[in-house]
């Protein structure tokens, strides 16, 4: 069955950088395009990336463009996001999901459970 | 950017309850939009897509329907377990792939 674990959360200083990554199973990693999403605390649901299956496009949200980076390795079925500059309103769970085959837009059919980024000093 | 208004923001309802749901897109976005649940606690789980297919294993009380700019989510009976977040969004053409800001369902 598809499975999508985040990691590499945890309490980063304001400023400091941090990586999740994403393991994907259970599927053809290299045909799926892949995002992140997010969630502050009590909040609601934030789109921030998402990548072609092929790696060949990548998008942000504004909120995020210029310090995120998100990326992927097809050869080992792992998704990442490179948090730079981080700041208190980054604060979030985050969590990887998988769009529709071949689909640069899509809805998100599966979601791993979340890793929480907390941005504090 | 696309922006997803998602009304009301909560509610309250009896089991066995007819609950809808309300996302209006700030533009067109034809049939690109889908529905979640998520439980607190848990990850979202994508109800409904192309407005009104149904996601794999999803109860057929959940209804959506819509198109261009108005939508609506349907819950035709209300269960017990349906007590959660529900969120709309949008995937037309290129992102950001907004979401609305969610309606919190309440069982009385």
């Known amino acids: 069955q598809v499975q999508l674990v985040e990691s590499g959360g945890g309490v980063v200083q304001p400023g400091r950088s941090l990586r999740l990554s994403c393991a994907a199973s259970?599927?053809?990693?290299?045909?799926?395009?892949m995002h992140w999403v997010r969630q502050a605390p009590g909040k609601g649901l934030e789109w921030i990336a998402i990548?072609?299956?092929?790696?060949?496009?990548?998008f942000y949200a504004d909120s995020v463009k210029g310090r995120f980076t998100i990326s992927r390795d097809n050869s080992n079925n792992t998704l990442s996001l490179q948090m730079n500059g981080l700041r208190a309103e980054d604060t979030a769970i985050y969590y990887c999901a998988r769009g529709f085959e071949y689909a640069s837009s899509s809805p998100l059919d599966h979601w791993g459970q979340g890793s929480l980024v907390s941005v504090s000093s | 950017d696309i922006q997803m208004t998602q009304s009301p923001s909560s509610l309250s309802a009896s089991v066995g309850d007819r609950v809808t749901i309300t996302c209006r897109a700030s533009q067109d976005i034809r049939n690109s939009l889908a529905w979640y649940q998520q439980i607190p606690g848990k990850a979202p789980k994508v109800l409904l897509f192309g407005v009104s297919i149904l996601g794999s294993g999803v109860p057929s009380r959940f209804s959506g329907s819509g198109s261009g700019t108005h939508f609506t989510l349907t819950i035709s009976s209300l269960q017990p377990e349906d007590s959660a977040t529900y969120y709309c969004?949008?995937?037309?053409?290129?992102?950001?792939?907004?979401f609305g800001g969610g309606t919190r369902v309440e069982i009385k």
């Open positions: 969004q949008h995937y037309d053409t290129t992102p950001p792939l907004t």
């Open positions: 990548i072609w299956y092929d790696g060949s496009n990548m």
């Open positions: 259970g599927f053809i990693f290299s045909n799926f395009a």
